[in-house]
């Protein structure tokens, strides 16, 4: 594969006549993410805050045991590149990519990196929806916003891309102008692991829808709540989808559970909660 690199101002001007691969090496910031072989962090260029994502290879390991795994690689940040642009193109708002670099013909040793805009002020929808259980919002904001994420997950699978990290805390509440019923924006965040395909597979759809039901359990949505967001996200009659899609009902309450335990077992202290 050919080296890549894509520059929107300010960087540029900035880098002009530099080497992009040692200049954004350069930038610092608060560190968000450090694991082996990529680091995350906010920084701040004239002014105006920025996240970037530096990915210096997964090593042949990881490689061989995703693909043991039947699962492909992600080998650096030009996935997440690729599918910002892809949401772009389906009109599911998200982050604004400025920066993105590859080079490397070795994949298990690429250097890639990827600087969005900060998107602020914001909060995202687990903190947004958090204290709901006690002090519900409007019927009509808790309606709309449930219209949007369906909107939006819907556009994304019918356009090819399932994320594989689907939960509130990565759909980004925008909160300038204050949000109302009638005059909301999300984005979401996070697509480094998203898949892009023609077609959505049915399985990894599941997977995706799953894993949002999974974060909305104890946010405080009833059944209706819950069945808005399907008839939503089909775009059909609620009667369709509920003589349609049964087994994948099922799938979400059963799966829904199963995550919740997990989480429970791994997260809450012995002892602690009933």
């Known amino acids: 594969m050919r080296d890549e690199l894509r520059l ?8 002009a006549g530099q080497d992009a691969f040692a200049a954004v090496d350069r930038l610092e910031g608060e560190i968000f993410r450090e694991l082996d072989g990529r680091r995350t962090f906010r920084t701040e260029v004239e002014g105006r805050g920025y996240f970037v994502k530096i990915h210096r290879g997964v090593g042949w390991g990881e490689i ?16 997440e590149w690729r599918a910002i642009r892809r949401l772009e193109e389906l009109g599911v708002d998200t982050m604004c990519a400025v920066v993105y670099g590859r080079r490397g013909a070795n994949p298990a ?4 990196f990827i600087v969005t805009e900060e998107l602020a002020p ?5 903190d947004f929806c958090r204290d709901w259980p006690t002090q519900p919002p409007a019927p009509a904001l808790k309606r709309a916003l449930i219209r949007r994420v369906a909107a939006m997950v819907g556009a994304m699978h019918r356009g090819g891309v399932n994320h594989r990290d689907c ?3 990565h ?10 019923a009638a005059a909301l924006k999300l984005s979401v965040i996070d697509l480094h692991r998203a898949q892009i395909r023609g077609q959505t597979p049915r ?15 104890e946010i405080g949505l009833t059944q209706r709540d819950r069945l808005r967001f399907l008839r ?3 775009g059909r009659p609620l009667r369709e989808v509920l003589r349609d899609e049964q087994a994948l009902i099922a799938h979400l309450n059963a799966e829904g559970e199963r995550l919740l335990a997990k989480y429970r077992r791994k997260y809450q202290p012995a002892g602690d909660g009933a």
């Not at 995703?66 to 996935?79: E, K």
């Open 203 to 217: 399985r990894w759809r599941d997977k995706d829808l799953a894993g949002l039901y999974f974060s909305a359990l």
């Open 8 to 15: 929107a101002p300010p960087f540029d001007r900035l880098w």
């Open 167 to 169: 939960y509130l805390c």
């Open 109 to 112: 040793r690429e250097h890639s």
């Open 122 to 126: 914001t909060v995202s929808l687990e």
């Open 171 to 180: 759909f980004l509440l925008h909160l300038d102008p204050a949000p109302t």
């Open 64 to 79: 061989v045991k995703n693909l043991v795994s039947l699962r492909l690689p992600v080998l650096g940040a030009g996935n």
């Open 232 to 234: 939503d996200y089909f």
